[in-house]
């Protein structure tokens, strides 16, 4: 017996298994725009053909939503028909079984679009959004990624510049103030990666001659007044290209590449064919009002979309149960290429930060799915950690599984024999099979099957033999009950009691549920380090003392399991403070602070170990351990251990202060923001110790927003700073993407019992933006990220965050779903706070015109209880 998961009673529901190709292909796409905010004419000529791998009869079913159908015309001759909801229909009977043209006209309003998919605007300027099913809010047509057409597009408007896919083909401006452009993208491309921008704009320009000799012009398209914030990213577009050449051999295909800035915008960054377009946060940054992490999250998004063109576009999926083909690939390559930028060893351990943070907690909850999802109602949904991060672990794992080289190999069968193809995991999977002789059969359980994997270990030594026994189990996730064994890579070493390597790393491949692997000829009995690099994405459950872990924190040559034994360490001492068992602070203490003074160690590294679990993180571990986490008592704990650190610490931390105190022009690298993280970190625990003195004066001097924001962050943290928001605020007030920032860390640091007071004010400012999904997040994201503040007791924060979920799903059912996961670790928490999430979550779905969005997350969430 299966358990059977909500979306799975819902008609609106769509199934891998009852994927179909299409009824025709389309050769040929022509679409003319004539712009106008709330009546932009779209007229599209289809040139199309029975699909001869598709069985007749041959109706033709045309996605189109919210359109305003004036006239269709077949071979030219008028046919008088009317769509429905969801699309058009034309009976087989009305079709030729030989070539014909299709042309429609419609009328849509842009200005109108709040959903910021399809066609809409944003400050002025008109731009699209069609991945994953925008298109069809734009016209008539096939809106599936397997039907790839060649698109030509005209753009009739006033606007400046007007830009499309492809190459320019011409191009007017006439005194009347009407313009005109023509495009033509020679690459058959599915209607998701069609892109328009119209708007009033100036670009930033350069030039990149691939490895071939093709000369690319370079441009990145942003309002007035925000040229001189592009440099880093034109920098880092320039860098993806040659690394996407030097290490994958793939050259880009157009003359032109453009990437557009839009301040309004659902997600990170859109890898539309020739013209990506962008969340204006993650293309502008100046040392003034970005920050290190802006700079990093920058690069490794103008890397993603820019990889999209060969992993993505030149081949695309299948359906969008595939979606992790693209993302899960594109997302690995991003964080290779991030690597090589800066240090291997300090992104695997952010990466894998973010993993656990997101996809680990997605995993256990009730939103748990496959990397490869077997049904959906809203594909927008499926746009998970789970899609993205654990597809790029997959990846990963594979890579070490066949070795470097067959994995260079393989993919460069997958680009050839795949190119200009829609392609599924099976192909994917084909190409490492024929490239190895492996049988992947087994391997590709990780792409069907949720949950994150437990991996228990014991070990035992013997005359010289050392004995390590791994034992895997998947909890069920919904729907999926019952979990078969994976196939695990574990990457092992074995370190001396004195703490040199016994054993150099090693991969154990774990196939069966449980199988012993054995170390001979040893001296002495080893400490091993398990799981180096993190090399699968499961769940390490191993009793350890506190000395193997002080040790391998001490002398692992893996600096990830350097770190994991830091974050253990500190996790365990937590747990334990929590759960009333014996103290370990001073175990802890004693381990952290040799390698917080060590300064020959990398600074990033030391930021990163001094960084405490986080409070959700605890919550899990508790909650895993079988005790109800108390949001309060979580802080209280954290709060407590920070403040031991500092008072451990307190003769160092004017000195390691003083050594990182840098007196150069701020440069956006991997040392300066490891300098920069580190300092942050110190200062934040030196404002324990100073009252904020400290902290005030950096903010005082800061002359960069990394400065800035860690200066301001440690003064809230400590209950001050309120003069210091309003400077900042009165400097700032008209820079969108920074002012995000003001909203955001005001509800991040708020104290528990203060959070829904702060968020409500908040959402009275005048600067407050329902229609913009960067201060939407800022503010509610912001919000549901603050642990104890969020789960405060009385509910507040529920009510309030569920109140402006339903208001935004009347205009932004998208990101309402989004911020909705707020809710998805509800069934871990005590038996008053799960009765008050319920009851939120029920008045949500109960609620009248719901969106598909946010209604199968709601209704997912319901069901785990
Ligand atoms: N394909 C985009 C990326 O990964 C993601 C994306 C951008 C997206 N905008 C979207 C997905 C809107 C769904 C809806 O880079
Ligand atoms: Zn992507």
Known sequence: ??????????????????????????????????????????????????????????????????????????????????????????????????????????????????????????????????????????????????????????????????????????GTAGADGQTRAEWDDPWPKPAYLFALVAGDL????????????????????????????????????????????????????????????????????????????????????????????????????????????????????????????????????????????????????????????????????????????????????????????????????????????????????????????????????????????????????????????????????????????????????????????????????????????????????????????????LNERPVPSILRGFSAPVVLERETSVTERALLLAHDSDLFNRYEAGRSLAREMLVASLSGRPDLQEAWLDALVPVIRDVDLDPAFRALILRLPGEDDLAQALADRGITPDPAAIYLARRSAGDALAAALARDLPGLLAGLQDNRPFVPDAAGAGRRALHAALLALQSRLDGGQAAAAAFAAADNMSATIAALTALLDNGQGQAELTAFAGKWQADRNVMDKWFMLQIACAAPGKAAEIADALTGNADFDLKNPNRFRAVFGALAANHAGFHQADGACYRLLADWLLRLDTLNPQTAARISTAFETWPRYDAARQALIRAELTRISATPGLSRDLSEMVGRMLAAG
């Open 202 to 521: 100036v670009a930033h320009r350069d030039r990149f001659t691939t490895k071939s000799g093709r000369d690319v012009d370079l441009a990145i398209w942003v309002r007035q007044g925000d040229q001189d914030r592009c440099a880093w990213a034109m920098d880092s577009l320039i860098r993806s290209m040659k690394w996407d050449e030097e290490v994958y051999g793939r050259e880009y295909d157009l003359d032109i590449f453009n990437i557009v800035a839009v301040d309004d915008f659902n997600m990170g960054a859109m890898e539309n064919k020739g013209l990506n377009i962008f969340n204006s946060k993650f293309v502008l940054a100046s040392p003034e009002t970005a920050t290190d992490d802006d700079f990093a999250r920058i690069e490794a998004i103008i890397a993603h979309e820019y990889f999209h063109n060969w992993t993505g576009n030149r081949i695309t999926c299948r359906d969008w149960f595939q979606l992790c083909l693209k993302e899960g690939l594109t997302v690995f390559r991003d964080q290779q290429f991030s690597g090589d930028m800066r240090s291997h060893a300090v992104k695997r351990i952010e990466d894998v930060a973010l993993l656990r943070a997101r996809q680990f907690r997605e995993d256990q909850g009730p939103l748990a799915h496959p990397v490869r999802p077997e049904s959906f109602v809203e594909i927008n949904n499926f746009y998970t950690a789970t899609v993205y991060e654990k597809g790029a672990e997959l990846i990963r794992m594979l890579k070490v599984l066949v070795g470097d080289q067959a994995y260079a190999k393989a993919l460069d069968l997958y680009f050839s024999r795949h190119d200009g193809h829609a392609a599924t995991i099976e192909d994917w999977l084909r190409v490492f099979e024929d490239v190895t002789g492996q049988d992947l059969s087994q391997f590709k359980r990780w792409y069907s099957e949720a949950g994150t994997p437990r991996l228990q270990v014991s070990d035992s030594f013997e005359n010289g033999t050392y004995r390590l026994v791994l034992r895997q189990h998947t909890p069920p996730t919904p729907g999926q009950p019952v979990k078969s064994p994976k196939v695990i890579p574990v990457a092992v070493g074995l370190l001396a009691q004195d703490g040199s390597e016994l054993h150099p790393t090693r991969i154990l491949t774990l196939t069966e549920a449980e199988q012993s692997f054995e170390f001979t000829g």
């Open 1 to 170: 017996m299966t358990a059977t998961t909500p979306s799975e009673h819902d008609p609106r529901t769509v199934w891998l298994s009852d994927y179909r190709p299409f009824s025709h292909l389309v050769d040929r796409v022509e679409l003319t725009f004539r712009l106008s905010p709330l009546r932009t004419k779209v007229a599209a000529r289809l040139h199309m053909r029975p699909n001869p791998a598709a069985p007749g009869p041959h109706v033709l079913r045309l996605d189109g939503e919210e359109l305003r159908l004036i006239s269709l015309k077949l071979d030219g001759a008028l046919l008088d028909l009317t769509p429905d909801e969801t699309g058009l229909t034309i009976p087989g009977d009305l079709l030729p079984d030989a070539p014909f043209t299709l042309e429609t006209l419609v009328e849509i309003d842009p200005a109108e679009n709040t959903a910021l998919e399809g066609l809409y605007m944003s400050n002025g300027m008109y731009c699209t959004q069609c991945e994953a099913q925008g298109f069809r809010k734009i016209t008539f047509y096939p809106d599936r990624p397997d039907v790839m057409a060649r698109f030509s597009v005209v753009i009739e408007g006033e606007a400046p510049v007007l830009l499309s896919n492809g190459n320019p083909v011409a």
